[in-house]
C-alpha cells in the first residue's frame, strides 16, 4: 500500500520560510517522479514544483526563485523548501508520486502566509 504523509505546513508571516516533508511509504521515491502541488479554496489544484528519477526539476513560474524541491533518498523522503513566503502562497499543498503505473496522492498540509 502506498503513503505519502505530508507535513511541515503551518502559518507564517509574509517574508517567512516553512518546509514541507513528504515521507513515502510502499514506493521508492528516488524511481518516481515527485512532485508538489497545491490547491487553494475555489481555485484548481496547480502545480508547484517536480523532480523526476533524474534529478531534473521544474517549477511553477510563481515560486521560481523562491522554492527548492529535494530528494533524500536514503530517508525516502521529498522535501519543498518555501522561502520569502507570499499571501498568494496560502494553500493546501499536496505530495505526489507518479511511475508508468500509478499516481499517488498525500492528504495535503496547509500552509497559510499572513500580512
Known amino acids: 500500500q502506498v503513503q505519502l504523509v505530508e507535513s511541515g505546513g503551518g502559518l507564517v508571516q509574509v517574508g517567512g520560510s516553512l518546509r514541507l516533508s513528504c515521507e513515502a511509504s510502499g514506493i521508492i521515491v528516488r524511481t518516481n517522479s515527485m512532485g508538489w502541488y497545491r490547491q487553494a479554496p475555489g481555485k484548481q489544484r496547480d502545480m508547484v514544483a517536480t523532480?523526476?528519477?533524474?534529478?531534473?526539476?521544474n517549477y511553477a513560474d510563481s515560486v521560481k526563485g523562491r522554492f527548492t524541491i529535494s530528494r533524500d533518498n536514503a530517508k525516502n523522503t521529498v522535501y519543498l523548501q518555501m522561502n520569502s513566503l507570499k499571501p498568494e502562497d496560502t494553500a493546501v499543498y499536496y505530495c505526489n508520486a507518479v511511475n508508468l503505473r500509478s499516481v499517488h496522492w498525500g492528504q495535503g498540509t496547509q500552509v497559510t502566509v499572513s500580512s
Open positions: 523532480i523526476t528519477s533524474s534529478d531534473s526539476t
